[in-house]
């Protein structure tokens, strides 16, 4: 219970902060964040980069947990890092804390991963413990963004192996629902509105997917997190760093493309993609949602059926 008293950005993460932007990386991670400022803090470091590399908070100690709600308000995710959160609460007491965390996350529209000890004994062993195979699948059903290995990839004897065995745990899970915690999600705004309207419709009329043409990601997000259960999630941009950024949003596929000053070339594009991709077939039902076709910044949502975008000339 005793308050660390340490800086959450040293004078050495403040020039591993001006490394990281001039290497254009998409995410910076803090470590030990322990309440709002420090999130605040380091956007302003980040200075007119700060609207384009989104900021990952680790929860890692007592603190934290304590202000999870206001640094959630302010951060773009959090890492429930487990390895130093174990030793800086009770142990018995961190499988709430993950849910609690992840919980929140859902509700607020943040991206959450869930890291460290997932698969540890695989670090000396070629296969996992019933036990970890289990705290997996219980981060898969808490609907979290992503799942995070660490020691297993980087000192680890089978770091290929770690990553396909998480892969086919992963899978396996999504196939059931999962806790529904966007039960609760807060939206903020029409868009938001808009974005729960178009997952309800796609999830009504069984649509193969939810296609969203997207500049910066934000419309994607908000129909991220309203977590639908079924149809997945394609987005579509051109902007690459906005599509490697969407990769890690939970349910979601995402494609760089050129968008074109028609909106139904561009749709067709998308289209051919998709079907290029696989497991996608001509009588497939979409649900489409976007602000961006042809910079009209007017919010639409359309059902169209796959076959008829094919049939569209993209040139």
């Known amino acids: 219970g005793i308050r660390v008293n340490l800086p959450a950005i040293t004078e050495k993460d403040k020039r591993d902060i001006e490394f990281a932007i001039e290497q254009d990386v998409d995410f910076i991670a803090l470590s030990f964040v322990r309440a709002a400022d420090d999130v605040r803090e380091l956007r302003e470091l980040l200075g007119s980069r700060a609207d384009k590399i989104q900021i990952i908070s680790k929860i890692e100690d007592q603190e934290g947990v304590k202000n999870i709600e206001e640094i959630i308000e302010v951060t773009d995710g959090v890492m429930v890092a487990r390895g130093d959160l174990g030793v800086e609460i009770a142990i018995e007491k961190l499988p709430r804390v993950q849910r609690r965390i992840l919980r929140m996350c859902a509700q607020h529209g943040k991206r959450a991963i869930v890291a460290t000890h997932m698969l540890e004994s695989m670090i000396e062993n070629p296969i996992p413990t019933r036990?970890?195979?289990?705290?997996?699948?219980?981060?898969?059903?808490?609907?979290?963004?992503?799942?995070?290995?660490?020691?297993?990839?980087?000192?680890?004897?089978?770091?290929?192996?770690?990553?396909?065995?998480?892969?086919?745990?992963?899978?396996?899970?999504?196939?059931?629902?999962?806790?529904?915690?966007?039960?609760?999600?807060?939206?903020?705004?029409?868009?938001?509105?808009?974005?729960?309207?178009?997952?309800?419709?796609?999830?009504?009329?069984?649509?193969?997917?939810?296609?969203?043409?997207?500049?910066?990601?934000?419309?994607?997000?908000?129909?991220?997190?309203?977590?639908?259960?079924?149809?997945?999630?394609?987005?579509?941009?051109?902007?690459?760093?906005?599509?490697?950024?969407?990769?890690?949003?939970?349910?979601?596929?995402?494609f760089r493309i050129n968008f074109s000053d028609d909106p139904e070339k561009t749709l067709a594009t998308a289209a051919n993609i998709l079907v290029q991709r696989g497991g996608f077939s001509a009588e497939d039902r979409l649900v489409v949602i976007s602000d961006a076709l042809a910079g009209s910044g007017i919010d639409a949502i359309q059902i169209r059926q796959l076959g008829d975008l094919l049939k569209v000339p993209t040139e």
């Open 131 to 254: 036990a970890e195979v289990t705290d997996v699948a219980n981060a898969v059903y808490e609907e979290a963004d992503a799942i995070m290995l660490s020691g297993e990839t980087t000192i680890g004897k089978y770091p290929v192996k770690c990553v396909e065995i998480l892969d086919r745990i992963a899978r396996s899970i999504e196939q059931s629902p999962g806790l529904q915690f966007t039960q609760g999600l807060i939206l903020k705004n029409d868009k938001e509105e808009i974005a729960a309207a178009a997952v309800k419709l796609a999830e009504s009329i069984k649509a193969k997917a939810i296609i969203v043409p997207t500049r910066r990601g934000r419309m994607a997000g908000y129909v991220t997190n309203c977590h639908p259960q079924t149809p997945v999630i394609c987005a579509f941009t051109n902007d690459s760093r906005t599509r490697r950024q969407l990769v890690l949003n939970r349910n979601v596929l995402s």
